[in-house]
């Protein structure tokens, strides 16, 4: 898995890339903050063959994808369970847990959230 796009470029994804580096799929395209858009995808962390999550920094989102990308929910600011814009992910897979630090918009803060996945 890749991210790609940084706070200027136009297209913001997550790429899979195979062993011999062959594009497998995507996710992401024009910058956004719809489902199916990124807004300066930071990090990623996959769950076993499960399901893979994405630091969406500037939506202030994690995204929830399947194994093959496709969007199955979002942890963000609007639920209240993510109050900052999250920089980096890792996946406890014996405890089924993810963690999120990240920085609050416009400081140099950072903070931590867990969830259960």
Avoid: K, W
Avoid at 5 to 19: A, I, N, T
Avoid at 65 to 84: G, H, K, Q
Avoid at 102 to 112: M, Y
């Amino acid at each position: 898995m890749v991210c790609s796009g940084s706070r200027s470029d136009h297209e913001q994804r997550v790429f899979v890339v195979s062993s011999a580096g062959q594009l497998v799929s995507s996710y992401g395209g024009p910058r956004g903050g719809s489902v199916g858009q990124l807004d300066f995808p930071r990090h990623v962390a996959v769950l076993g063959d499960q399901c893979v999550f994405i630091a969406d920094f500037n939506n202030q989102r994690v995204a929830r994808l399947t194994s093959t990308l496709d969007f199955v929910c979002e942890i963000s600011a609007n639920d209240r369970r993510l109050d900052f814009c999250p920089y980096r992910l890792c996946v406890d897979e014996r405890r089924r847990r993810l963690y999120v630090g990240g920085l609050i918009r416009g400081g140099d803060l950072g903070r931590l959230a867990v969830f259960d996945i």
